[in-house]
Structures are given as structure tokens and as C-alpha cells.
């Protein structure tokens, strides 16, 4: 243990914080999920600083893109295997055989834990200074990517196939909480968005469109 | 100005962060959609912290559901009236005439942008003092509620109705990219629900069952 806190370049106070982070859910009661929810909001905060301050003419929208590719599990747990933060985790029988130890998600809900942990121990400059040693060289090569709708609409214009159109099919709820579905359509593919705009769903719909036309 | 940084408990270093704060984007290009973007994730962190603190036995799933009531529009935006806030709100002359100040999105944002903008003007300490001071009602009456799927059982027991079923009808993605599709039903009412996992699914289609029912 002694080895990770210096990859996080980060020394515990109270060390129990730092084995409660390590304990996925499948060996005990006391596992890391409170930790992971407190790290993800931590996350979501540090990276949205960074690229908020990094990136001072673009939008919202864009912003949004670029930190979900950053706090997503794929990226989280590529950057657990960067400090070998499988080998510490307490995983239960089955979930070990199994090869817990190497899957996206229980890499990338331990590290949030972990950044959760910290910042109880050491507050949130410490949290931040560990988040961003972690994510120095995603930071550094972060680039806006346009959004779904926007990419496909691209793809089918170079193939000179005609544009994607999109369909509310149906709306559920109230005023303030609706939920609208879109459905996409590109020659006989169709593909579904829902979401809590019209805009939203169309992004959706667009992004399994974009995973159909990769599958082709 | 000054009486609404009274009743932020909070004085501005740089009150042009205020402005931006306060500057819907029908009224210019410097408008508050970075500072709400920012703002959100402030307000994230600092309700998951509370929460946690607060409920030292609750699982993750239940502070979850117990912040997003506590983030959600609605509730911002009757926080926001509660410091007069749509008075101070600098909207475009179409967006004026048509009421927007008292729109519960117009509010919500403003309200999360002025989060983001101090912690920007005066870290996160700052934002976490003005953010508990804002909620110390709502954090103080926030209670556990159950999921969607949960509640709908229940309402269909004490009506001595069979239970909900739940089915997948559609995957769409990869590995770890997945959407799930699930369609409710209940009788002769079905609802749908799309999510990352097959539970998150059946949970939104859950919710949108419940909207169905209160209605008939």
C-alpha cells in the first residue's frame, strides 16, 4: 500500500480511508461505493476546473464533451493501470477467479474511491493535486470533438449519402421533468435517443447511429 | 448588487464574475454558460459531501437519488427565489418580455453559475459556505426516498394490481458503450426506458410508468 501512495504521490492520515477504497463490493459490507460517489463529484469538479481554465474561449457544450471523455471508465481505468491499482484491490472470492481485478469498472469506481478517500483525508486541494498528477497528460492532449449529430452529419455528407433525419416519436412527463424519444433515421437504418430535451435525445439517437454505421 | 451578495452571504473580489453570472445567453456572448457548467459540478460536490456526512449509513444508491431531488431545476429555482434572484437576471428583450426571469431553467442556471462564480472568485470554501447556507433547509428536511421500481410495486400491491414486468426490447453498442432499451408494463400501459445498464433502464422506465399512472 505503501507503494501506491507514492505513485499518488499522496501519504494517508488515516489509512483505513485509503483499504475502504480498495474493497470492491464483492468482499464486504464496508466496500467503496459511498467513496466512489463522493470521487466522482470530486472528479467532475477538478477536470471541469482545469478545462474551464485551460480553455478560456469554448462553449459549455464543448466542455461537456471533453470532460465526459476524460471521467469515463474506460479512461479511469486505464490510468488505474498506469499505478497498477489492480494488484490492491480487495475483491471477493468469485469476483477474483474471474479476474475482477482487471475489469473497467471496478478499476475505474476504485480510483474514484480513492479520489473520494483523499479528499476526506486531506481535503479537496490535496484531491485536486492527486487528480490532476493522475490526469496531467490526458489534460495536455484533451481536444474538443464536435458533437454526435455534427460527426454524422460529416460521415454521410463525404460518403454523399443523404442527411440523417430525426423523429420525436414520443414524449412522457410533466412541464419541467419530460422525457422526449427520437428516432434517427439513415436509409434503412433507425436508431433511438432519449433524453430530457428534444436536442439531447437527438444527440443519443445520433451516437448509436454512429456506433451502427461502425458495425456496417 | 450589493443586496443580492447580502443575501449570498458572500462579497465579490471581482464583481464582473457576478455579472457573468448573471448574464443569461439571450442577452450577450460573455454569458453565464461556462460559470453554470462549472457551477454544477461545485453544487454536485458539495451536496454528495453533505450528504455523506449527514447520513453516515446510507448506501450510494440513496444519497444518489437523495441529490439529484436536491440539484434538480425545481429545486434550484425555488432556492433562487428564495434570494429574489430573477430581478437580478440580465436577459435579452424577447426572453424579458416573455416572463423568462421567472422560467424555473433560467433560474436554476443563474443560480448554478453564481456557485461557479465563487468558487472561482473565492475557492471552493467559499462556494461550499454560500451552497449550505442556500440548502441548509432542503439538506436539513432531505430524506431517503425509494427507487422508481420500488414505488411502483408497492402502489400496485396496495391496489392488489400484478406487479410491473420488465423487458428488454433493444440493445444497441459495445462492451462498454452499451444503451439498454426496457419497456414497463403494467395492464395495458407501457413505458419506456433507455440506459447504460439494464438496471438504470428499468429504473427510468419505472419513473416514466409512475408519471403514466398519476395521470389517469
Redesign the interface.
Given at each position: 500500500m505503501n507503494n501506491l501512495q507514492d505513485k499518488l504521490h499522496y501519504t494517508f492520515q488515516n489509512p483505513a480511508r485509503l483499504e475502504e477504497a480498495l474493497t470492491h463490493k464483492s468482499a464486504g459490507r464496508l466496500n467503496n461505493?459511498?467513496l466512489?460517489?463522493?470521487g466522482?463529484?470530486?472528479l467532475?469538479?477538478v477536470i471541469?476546473?482545469a478545462l474551464?481554465k485551460q480553455h478560456c474561449k469554448l462553449?459549455?457544450g464543448v466542455?461537456?464533451r471533453m470532460r465526459a471523455d476524460l471521467v469515463k471508465?474506460?479512461t479511469l481505468a486505464k490510468l488505474a493501470q498506469t499505478i497498477d491499482l489492480g494488484a490492491h484491490i480487495k475483491l471477493g472470492a468469485g469476483e477474483r477467479k474471474s479476474g475482477g481485478q482487471a475489469r473497467?469498472s471496478i478499476l475505474a469506481d476504485a480510483l474514484e474511491a480513492i479520489l473520494g478517500a483523499v479528499?476526506l483525508d486531506g481535503g479537496?486541494l490535496s484531491a485536486q493535486k492527486v487528480t490532476l498528477a493522475l490526469y496531467e497528460n490526458e489534460l495536455k492532449h484533451a481536444e474538443p470533438r464536435k458533437d454526435a449529430k455534427t460527426t454524422l452529419q460529416e460521415i454521410l455528407q463525404a460518403k454523399k449519402q443523404a442527411p440523417a433525419s430525426y423523429e420525436v416519436t414520443?414524449t412522457?412527463?410533466?412541464q419541467?421533468?419530460k422525457?422526449f424519444?427520437v428516432t434517427c433515421t439513415v436509409g434503412k437504418l433507425q436508431?433511438?435517443?432519449?433524453g430530457k430535451t428534444r436536442k439531447a435525445a437527438e444527440q443519443?439517437a445520433a451516437e448509436?447511429m454512429l456506433?451502427?454505421l461502425k458495425k456496417k
Amino acid at each position: 500500500m505503501n507503494n501506491l501512495q507514492d505513485k499518488l504521490h499522496y501519504t494517508f492520515q488515516n489509512p483505513a480511508r485509503l483499504e475502504e477504497a480498495l474493497t470492491h463490493k464483492s468482499a464486504g459490507r464496508l466496500n467503496n461505493e459511498r467513496l466512489e460517489f463522493l470521487g466522482d463529484a470530486v472528479l467532475n469538479l477538478v477536470i471541469a476546473d482545469a478545462l474551464l481554465k485551460q480553455h478560456c474561449k469554448l462553449k459549455e457544450g464543448v466542455l461537456s464533451r471533453m470532460r465526459a471523455d476524460l471521467v469515463k471508465g474506460e479512461t479511469l481505468a486505464k490510468l488505474a493501470q498506469t499505478i497498477d491499482l489492480g494488484a490492491h484491490i480487495k475483491l471477493g472470492a468469485g469476483e477474483r477467479k474471474s479476474g475482477g481485478q482487471a475489469r473497467t469498472s471496478i478499476l475505474a469506481d476504485a480510483l474514484e474511491a480513492i479520489l473520494g478517500a483523499v479528499y476526506l483525508d486531506g481535503g479537496i486541494l490535496s484531491a485536486q493535486k492527486v487528480t490532476l498528477a493522475l490526469y496531467e497528460n490526458e489534460l495536455k492532449h484533451a481536444e474538443p470533438r464536435k458533437d454526435a449529430k455534427t460527426t454524422l452529419q460529416e460521415i454521410l455528407q463525404a460518403k454523399k449519402q443523404a442527411p440523417a433525419s430525426y423523429e420525436v416519436t414520443k414524449t412522457l412527463g410533466k412541464q419541467h421533468d419530460k422525457a422526449f424519444y427520437v428516432t434517427c433515421t439513415v436509409g434503412k437504418l433507425q436508431s433511438l435517443g432519449q433524453g430530457k430535451t428534444r436536442k439531447a435525445a437527438e444527440q443519443l439517437a445520433a451516437e448509436a447511429m454512429l456506433e451502427k454505421l461502425k458495425k456496417k
